[in-house]
């Protein structure tokens, strides 16, 4: 499904180099999040916005910006890219109201950072 | 803030036998508590979960317990087929924290024909 879209799926780019991940989502969730995926080091919280208004820092934002244009996109930035941050990167939404914990993911942008 | 540790890393059974994995967490006031599966090369999707007032789900052949006197948590498989091959994350969230979700390690099932 389509519902949680991430742009793009693969991108290898330069050490130093800025690069965008963009999110966007059709499920009208005011929540959403971005994590880092690590073999063995599960899901890492980078960011996360309850709303338009609203932006947080989760366990490794160093390195990392966000921005939240609306309700339905939610992008990630890294201002000059290492070779550290090379990951697997899941955006994420959900819906706090009672009865609909549990997160949507979307499918995920493999960085490599050279 | 709140740890979840997830126990093993890597779990091999036979097809047919049962799996289990287990999770511990450090924030008492933790009272969600999901189960994700990721298969290779897609993303996690939400398999099972369970509520701080409840002991113990099941659907079909998996099952979540939950002792919140020790704060842990497990997944139960039984019978396990080749295509429940995958890793699988634990996660908690405090209601109050506005279901933001901690992630265990995650552990990569193998079912051995």
């Known amino acids: 499904d389509a519902d949680v879209t991430q742009t793009p799926r693969n991108r290898i780019t330069k050490t130093g180099k800025r690069i965008m991940l963009e999110c966007s989502q059709t499920?009208?969730?005011?929540?959403m999040y971005w994590y880092r995926q690590d073999p063995g080091l599960g899901l890492r919280l980078i960011y996360y916005?309850?709303?338009?208004?609203?932006?947080n820092k989760g366990e490794i934002s160093d390195g990392y910006s966000v921005s939240r244009q609306a309700q339905a996109k939610f992008s990630l930035s890294l201002e000059s890219a290492i070779p550290n941050q090379t990951a697997l990167y899941f955006c994420?939404?959900?819906?706090?109201?009672?009865?609909?914990?549990?997160?949507?993911f979307g499918s995920g942008t493999r960085l490599t950072v050279v | 803030g709140e740890n979840v540790e997830q126990h093993p890393s890597t779990l091999s059974v036979q097809e047919g036998d049962s799996a289990v994995i287990k999770c511990t967490y450090s924030?008492?006031?933790?009272?969600?508590f999901p189960w994700y599966k990721q298969e290779l090369g897609k993303r996690p999707q939400l398999i099972i979960d369970?509520?701080?007032?409840?002991g113990e789900k099941k659907d079909q052949r998996i099952a979540v317990t939950l002792n919140k006197t020790a704060k842990h948590f497990s997944l139960h498989i039984t019978e396990t087929q080749p295509e429940d091959s995958a890793v699988y994350f634990c996660?908690?969230?405090?209601?109050?924290?506005?279901?933001?979700?901690?992630f265990g390690g995650g552990t990569r099932l193998m079912v051995k024909p």
């Open positions: 916005s309850f709303d338009v208004k609203d932006i």
């Open positions: 924030d008492s006031a933790s009272n969600y």
């Open positions: 499920k009208g969730h005011d929540r």
């Open positions: 996660a908690a969230s405090r209601n109050n924290a506005g279901n933001m979700l901690t």
């Open positions: 994420a939404t959900s819906d706090p109201r009672e009865g609909r914990d549990g997160y949507t």
């Open positions: 369970i509520r701080s007032n409840v």
